[in-house]
């Protein structure tokens, strides 16, 4: 056998073993929506229970399609601001995106992005169960998921993404560019939407327990193992002698990313059960944890991430409280987790790593261009998050009516009982109805 044909052979086993990789990220990052399924249907009371899980469902059902169609797009035709640059390779109808056997990138790596774009939906979607009606969900998601994430992502991600080339940002888990962009949008939403009904009395904040809380602590956990896939596809497979990089082109290893995840998550947990003592927080905790440290996952000293974790876990309950305060009901406590840590997370990486060179020419990281990045990215979130809800809201179009969100979604939207043989009635309808109507639906 000739140098050649051992050479060829050689390059193919490499672009195979890269699609291999990130087919099995993709594959493990559905987890993600199944943990966020069980989670909510958990989280909501037996009446929204069906309807939480088939937002879960069709929030992936709805985000690939629209990420294939504009969302690919995007990513790669404004890594310069809002002004496109040439893209054509990344629209529909072009040929790497369909199958085509020279190339062994396009569809992988789409695919990867796809499910992250389904994450921000299913962040939005824990935020707001109860009470939106589920067209108006779908809209919201497609448009995080499709097009807001992945513009701050063509900013803070791509290879000649602005606050890369200008400011040095650093954001190789997606603190920033996935989790404080879908959590500012869900608080943005959450202001127009407003609160379920009974959650404040007299401006005070009542507890609405989760009909099950060790479902929704299951798929927490189920979050986490999809958090592997996740953070696995923000890290690049290169063939060749280069090895593995980082998003950026750093040079970094899968090590770096299994010793600061596993830390950051057992700090998270630690530092959330500290100053909460509450199961739901706990275990929130965990993924607070990993988001806290997520963008600087190649960077950290496992020691340190640990302590940054545990600090994050630590004051994302106290986060929870004050958007209760505001008068925000977040169901799920998604700002705190997603906003309040993403945000959290990108700024620790110029405290902690300011001067860290990036590759090239590239600016060097620092406090000043995380911080700003950080914001950048909450606005990013926000302004759209608030600017589309509030129109919807106008149309009469944003939230159920009074009287379904009293007998409940799943009667309503679905229509179907999550559990008819086994919840008496008057715990479906415990706290929404006037004395004696519950009769009125046995």
């Not at 020279?102 to 935020?127: E, K, R, V, W, Y």
């Not at 190789?172 to 869900?186: E, Q």
Request: glycine letters at 14%.
């Amino acid at each position: 056998m000739s140098v050649e044909t051992l050479q060829s052979t050689f390059e193919m086993h490499q672009s195979m073993n890269v699609e291999v990789f990130y087919w099995w990220c993709t594959a493990i990052m559905f987890m993600i929506h199944a943990g966020f399924l069980a989670y909510e249907i958990g989280a909501s009371r037996v009446k929204n229970a069906l309807t939480s899980g088939m937002k879960n469902i069709l929030t992936l059902s709805v985000i690939i399609p629209t990420f294939y169609f504009f969302g690919w797009w995007i990513y790669n035709a404004f890594p310069n601001g809002l002004i496109p640059i040439d893209a054509s390779a990344a629209l529909p109808w072009s040929q790497s995106m369909g199958p085509d056997i020279q190339d062994m990138g396009t569809g992988i790596f789409f695919a990867a992005f796809a499910l992250f774009g389904a994450t921000t939906g299913s962040i939005l979607s824990g935020a707001v169960i109860e009470r939106i009606r589920l067209s108006a969900f779908l809209i919201l998601a497609a448009i995080l998921g499709s097009a807001v994430w992945i513009l701050a992502g063509a900013w803070g991600w791509h290879p000649s993404g602005w606050l890369l080339t200008k400011l040095g940002y650093h954001d190789v888990g997606a603190s920033g560019v996935v989790h404080a962009v879908a959590g500012f949008f869900a608080l943005g939403v959450l202001m127009n939407l407003g609160a379920r009904v009974g959650k404040f009395k007299d401006g005070v904040a009542m507890y609405i327990p989760p009909h099950n809380l060790p479902m929704s602590l299951i798929g927490l956990m189920m979050i986490i193992v999809g958090f592997f896939g996740f953070l696995g596809g923000c890290i690049i497979f290169n063939g060749g002698d280069t090895g593995w990089t980082t998003i950026y082109g750093n040079p970094t290893n899968l090590s770096a990313f299994a010793f600061n995840t596993l830390m950051g998550f057992a700090g998270g947990v630690l530092g959330a059960y500290m100053t909460s003592r509450e199961p739901f927080w706990t275990m929130s905790g965990g993924l607070g944890g990993i988001i806290s440290v997520a963008a600087g996952l190649d960077l950290y000293y496992p020691g340190l991430a640990f302590v940054l974790a545990a600090s994050g876990g630590a004051l994302m309950p106290f986060i929870g409280r004050l958007v209760d305060k505001l008068g925000v009901d977040d169901a799920v406590g998604a700002v705190a987790v997603h906003a309040f840590c993403g945000f959290y997370g990108v700024v620790l990486v110029g405290v902690f790593c300011s001067g860290y060179p990036n590759v090239g020419d590239l600016p060097e990281i620092s406090f000043s261009g995380q911080l700003l990045g950080a914001v950048i990215m909450a606005l990013t979130g926000f302004i759209p998050g608030w600017g589309i809800s509030f129109v919807l809201k106008k149309m009469n179009m944003l939230r159920v009516p009074p009287h379904v969100e009293a007998l409940g979604l799943d009667l309503v939207e679905i229509p179907a009982k999550p559990y008819p043989e086994t919840v008496p009635a008057h715990v479906v309808v415990e706290n929404t109805l006037e004395p004696g109507q519950e009769k009125q639906l046995v």
